[in-house]
């Protein structure tokens, strides 16, 4: 029903920022919670921030708390996550999800998942 597409991975250096976006059709954008989930090679997938609907509550990964900021536009259905200060340690592929229901913990977040993008942090 939701369909979510990743933007703005690359291949950056250690002490860089990078903008992730997550754009949104097919559903009721402003309905939905978002969370930002990345997966490193042989590992588990980590939540790393989510926002409500409304944009008035958000949570952070302890590791990323004050370099990065999750935020919404819902006038152009996207998501952002604004990385700065980026270390080796954030290298993964990051995914962004919908769900209905905000809230910790975030094991079982996510109706529907866009496919990724690569974020390489180069030491």
């Known amino acids: 029903q939701v369909q979510l597409v990743e933007s703005g991975g690359g291949f950056v250096q250690t002490g860089d920022s990078l903008r992730l976006s997550c754009a949104a059709s097919?559903?009721?954008?402003?309905?939905?919670?978002v969370a930002w989930f990345r997966r490193r090679p042989g590992e588990d997938r980590d939540f790393v921030a989510a926002i409500s609907d409304s944009g008035d509550m958000t949570d952070y990964l302890y590791s990323v708390k004050g370099r990065f900021t999750i935020s919404r536009d819902n006038a152009d259905n996207t998501v952002h996550l604004q990385m700065n200060n980026l270390k080796p340690e954030d290298t993964a592929v990051y995914y962004c999800?919908?769900?209905?229901?905000?809230?910790?913990?975030?094991?079982?977040?996510?109706?529907?998942w866009g496919r990724g993008t690569q974020v390489t942090v180069s030491s």
């Open positions: 097919g559903g009721s954008f402003g309905s939905y919670a």
């Open positions: 999800a919908a769900d209905r229901s905000y809230g910790s913990p975030w094991y079982g977040f996510g109706e529907f």
